[in-house]
């Protein structure tokens, strides 16, 4: 389940398609969403992070005393992998621990509920410590982040159930799983006569829907249409799905959501959160592709939309499916 936090952390959106943006995951969705060596349990050093412990644990431990702080974002590798490095604009699988560290207390760990996390980062679209500690860091890396107030809680909208405050440093141990793919790729397939025909802007990316002479004008009914099929493993309902996606009024009006010119959003797909065409359409579809969903006005946000805000009327979205956890 994703915060609206989530989505101010990773890049200042709150996902349209999300039905109740009050709902979290868990303590860690609040920050992140808003993104060599093998130890014996011994300290990592000299510097700041040199005071920290990690065990080689599956599950590994993070301990050190309370009242850790620092004044700028400290990383250290602790164990480099052989994979590329990270640049800056890419989007990234992580599992972490989260810590606190006037209390020297864990307030996350996806070792424990193995649920990686997803984040792209570029610079206004994470918190700047993730930025500045993961970029440079190899794919298969276990890296140790130090994120002082200015890098961190101080750029949260809300510390709501996290036991933070607004002068804490946070301590992150990351283990760096892999890119995810910054769009669909696999075998193109060809696009139903009676939908919309997808836009693309300068870059190659989908921008949109043109109405054509064969499209239906009238949406009688929620359809997808696969026309990118991936080759990942098929959704499954309740997975935490990361996306690119275009949202626009159906045929061819307004775009009123789109995720392209910022960074791919991570949601949860056949759990009740999202809309109804969503969740129907998605589930089963394989990681990797591009699907066009057309939702009537009934399975998109009803007849209340307006009056909530919320796009009204049928709609039609294009959707990269880049990963699932």
């Keep these: 389940m994703i915060s609206c936090v989530l989505s101010l952390v990773l890049g200042g959106f709150c996902l349209l398609l999300i039905k109740d943006c009050t709902v979290r995951r868990s303590a860690i969705t609040a920050v992140f969403a808003i993104l060599g060596l093998v130890l014996t349990g011994c300290g990592l050093g000299s510097g700041p992070l040199g005071k920290i412990d990690v065990s080689k644990d599956d599950v590994p431990k993070v301990t050190f005393k309370k009242d850790f702080s620092v004044e700028k974002t400290e990383a250290l590798v602790v164990k480099e992998g052989k994979g590329d490095k990270v640049k800056k604009g890419d989007s990234i699988k992580v599992n972490y621990i989260a810590l606190n560290g006037r209390t020297a207390k864990e307030f996350d760990n996806s070792f424990e509920n193995e649920r990686p996390m997803s984040l792209t980062l570029v610079e206004d679209g994470v918190l700047p410590g993730f930025y500045k500690g993961l970029v440079g860091q190899r794919i298969g890396s276990r890296v140790l982040v130090a994120v002082p107030p200015a890098d961190g809680v101080e750029k949260l909208g ?164 880049l990963d699932a956890i």
């Design 158 to 321: 809300s510390l709501d159930g996290l036991d933070l405050k607004k002068t804490d440093t946070m301590v992150f141990l990351f283990d760096i799983v892999s890119t995810v793919p910054a769009a669909a790729s696999g075998e193109a397939q060809k696009a139903p006569a009676n939908l919309p025909s997808i836009v693309f802007d300068k870059d190659k990316q989908p921008s949109g829907f043109k109405a054509t002479k064969t499209s239906d004008k009238k949406l009688s009914k929620t359809q997808s249409a696969v026309v990118i099929k991936g080759d990942g493993p098929k959704i499954k309902a309740g997975q935490a799905v990361t996306a690119h996606y275009v949202g626009q009024k159906y045929p061819d009006g307004e775009v009123f959501d789109e995720s392209w010119t910022s960074a791919p959003r991570q949601f949860a797909v056949g759990a009740g959160q999202l809309i109804a065409c969503w969740d129907d359409e998605l589930v089963g579809q394989t990681i990797g592709s591009r699907v066009i969903v057309a939702c009537t006005a009934e399975d998109a946000y009803g007849k209340n939309a307006k009056a909530e805000g919320r796009p009204d009327g049928a709609l039609i979205f294009v959707i990269d499916l």
